[in-house]
């Protein structure tokens, strides 16, 4: 019998890596747990949905609501409160009123910072040297962009934020400038263009300025290797894909859910 339950919120979910990991680490350590896909139209079915679920002890939050959430949180953690986005809720239950607290916590940040510490080493890039804090560029401006943006700040780097339209804190992919991509040692795709099914999709970036050495890293995992990825690997930059970002932040997740 199942005597806890786990999920993934979010708008529409098809393929979830967060399902197949966690149920197959319940069947194989013989944990008494499930997890499962609960799509929501609207992030304010929420508090309805915990309630249909008196077993539900946490919940991973994906496209579109890591920022929407928060407003119904009762508490964030240090990491989630500087990140501004959430991507993990522990759900405490108080058995003697049915009353429960919700706390955010954000995994993404380390899931991502781990994945990039290993390319950066791999493409022979010294991060303890790194006091020139080189800028990267960041494609995306969802909650999915905010944790990266935290992570490349404590990396050293100099985060730009690149969206579909200009505002104070972000440029337009057609503002980049030559000179801007050439000199820019990281892009980061924070998009959820070119996933399964959609693959033949990528940000509208000026790929034709990339240059031999530069590292971009898609967010996305599937599929294995993204148009994105393509594309920037055609100038010979250092490619890859979000898949072990997602694992390094879903073992985030069951600490804490479990702490």
């Given at each position: ?60 939050v994906t496209i579109p609501y890591k920022v929407e959430v928060m407003k119904f949180l009762d508490d964030l953690s240090e990491e989630a409160r500087g990140i501004g986005a959430v991507n993990v809720i522990k759900i405490t ?167």
């Amino acid at each position: 019998m199942v005597t806890v339950e786990y999920g993934l919120i979010g708008k529409t979910l098809g393929h979830s890596f967060s399902a197949k990991y966690f149920n197959e680490k319940f069947m194989k350590e013989g944990i008494s747990a499930r997890y499962d896909l609960y799509p929501l139209p609207d992030v304010d079915l929420l508090p309805t949905l915990i309630k249909d679920h008196p077993q539900l002890k946490g919940l991973n939050v994906t496209i579109p609501y890591k920022v929407e959430v928060m407003k119904f949180l009762d508490d964030l953690s240090e990491e989630a409160r500087g990140i501004g986005a959430v991507n993990v809720i522990k759900i405490t239950r108080d058995s003697a009123d049915g009353g429960y607290h919700l706390k955010g916590y954000n995994s993404d940040a380390y899931g991502f910072s781990e994945s990039m510490k290993e390319v950066l080493n791999r493409s022979g890039f010294n991060i303890s040297d790194n006091k020139d804090k080189p800028v990267a560029l960041i494609l995306g401006t969802g909650g999915a962009s905010k944790a990266v943006v935290w992570s490349m700040r404590n990396l050293c780097f100099e985060p730009q934020l690149v969206g579909r339209t200009h505002r104070d804190d972000c440029l337009s992919y057609s503002e980049l400038t030559p000179d801007m991509v050439y000199d820019s040692k990281v892009i980061v795709n924070c998009t959820p263009l070119g996933t399964s099914p959609d693959i033949n999709r990528a940000a509208p970036f000026p790929y034709e300025y990339l240059h031999e050495g530069q590292i971009c890293f898609d967010l996305v995992y599937n599929p294995e290797e993204t148009l994105f990825m393509k594309l920037c690997k055609a100038h010979g930059c250092i490619v890859n894909n979000g898949l072990e970002m997602l694992r390094l932040q879903a073992i985030g997740a069951w600490k804490i859910w479990n702490e």
